[in-house]
């Protein structure tokens, strides 16, 4: 993929021979080898996963996928079948860089009828909706629901920003900026 020896050589130093240990309600265990997985809450895991999800999604033919519709330029693959082995390249592709593909996290929403799939004989399941970058996308394309959970969402927001104006540890001039700043926000919105 066209990353520097040296920043590999670095990455191999800082995960070999780590080590950790357990605390529980009655002490903490023993010191014990980590062979697996990535630093959590490291910055750099992020951007670890990324770098294999890449390569993964390249060395699967995601880009020579040709079935399916192009929209803006990229491949909506519609096809149930091509789909399928789509997803199987992906999870062999994982597998050969140590990965693997976690049938219970993974999930298939589709705009028409679609069978259960099984994928090393686990099935995988079919919703109607999902959460993707903090919008709701849903199976029928209706987006009347969503507007209403952002709507509600933002109406939360406010509710809680209340107590600011309520609050006697808040001087005068900061609550008249929070109102200035709440008018503001609502002429955008109508704009």
């Known amino acids: 993929m066209g990353i520097p020896d040296h920043l590999i050589h670095l990455l191999r130093n800082l995960y070999a021979g780590q080590e950790a240990t357990v605390r529980t309600g009655h002490g903490t265990t023993e010191w014990f080898q980590i062979g697996k997985g990535v630093r959590q809450g490291c910055i750099l895991s992020p951007c670890l996963f990324n770098l294999y999800a890449e ?14 519709i192009k929209i803006a330029g990229r491949n909506i693959n519609n096809l149930i ?3 399928k082995s789509l997803l199987m390249k992906v999870k062999e592709e994982s597998e050969k860089v140590g990965l693997k593909l976690n049938i219970q996290k993974t999930k298939i929403m589709a705009s028409g009828p679609i069978t259960s799939w099984e994928i090393d004989g686990e099935t995988v399941e079919t919703v109607a909706d999902f959460i993707f970058l903090g919008s709701k996308i849903t199976a029928d394309g209706d987006c009347s629901r969503e507007i209403k959970r952002q709507l509600l969402l933002g ?15 808040i001087t005068l001039p900061t609550k008249v900026s929070y109102k200035k700043a709440e008018i503001l926000l609502c002429q955008q919105r109508s704009i």
Do not use: F, H, P, W
């Open 155 to 169: 109406r939360k927001v406010m509710t809680n920003l209340d107590s600011i104006l309520k609050s006697r540890d």
């Open 81 to 83: 079948q091509e789909l």
């Open 55 to 68: 390569y993964i999604m390249r060395n699967a033919g995601l880009e020579e996928a040709q079935a399916g």
